[in-house]
Nanobody, 122 residues
Framework: QVQLVESGGGLVQAGGSLKLSCAAS????????MGWYRQAPGKQRELVAI???????AYADPVKDRFTISRDNAKNTVYLQMNSLKPEDTAVYYC????????????????WGQGTQVTVSS
């Protein structure tokens, strides 16, 4: 059974930093892209950052130059370093991974973590 387990959320003052981690556990799969999304109260879930298995990255405009996404392929783990946090960054952050299973051919299947709360106080 594949699981994505997130950690690292919490409460921080504006201008502070947090680092989120998300590890994929299980067997029989490989990971293509991994990413972070967030959902604030009353809003739709939005993409924050994404990284391919080759290390190419893309960021949403509101977080460019403040957040950095990285991954450790050997550990099936993706990270999100968040600096210069703002109150508007407050949201539940979700990890996403597109998985391929050897037994299922070349199709990719999206998996989600359970979410971790990030709260930035002003």
């Amino acid at each position: 059974q594949v699981q994505l387990v997130e950690s690292g959320g919490g409460l921080v003052q504006a201008g502070g930093s947090l680092k989120l981690s998300c590890a994929a556990s299980g067997t029989g799969f490989s990971i293509n892209s991994m990413g972070w999304y967030r959902q604030a109260p009353g809003k739709q879930r939005e993409l924050v950052a994404i990284i391919t298995n080759g290390g190419n990255t893309a960021y949403a405009d509101p977080v460019k130059d403040r957040f950095t996404i990285s991954r450790d392929n050997a550990k099936n783990t993706v990270y999100l370093q968040m600096n210069s946090l703002k109150p508007e960054d407050t949201a539940v952050y979700y990890c996403n991974a597109d998985l391929r299973f050897a037994a299922l051919g070349s199709n990719e299947y999206p998996y989600w973590g359970q979410g971790t709360q990030v709260t930035v106080s002003s």
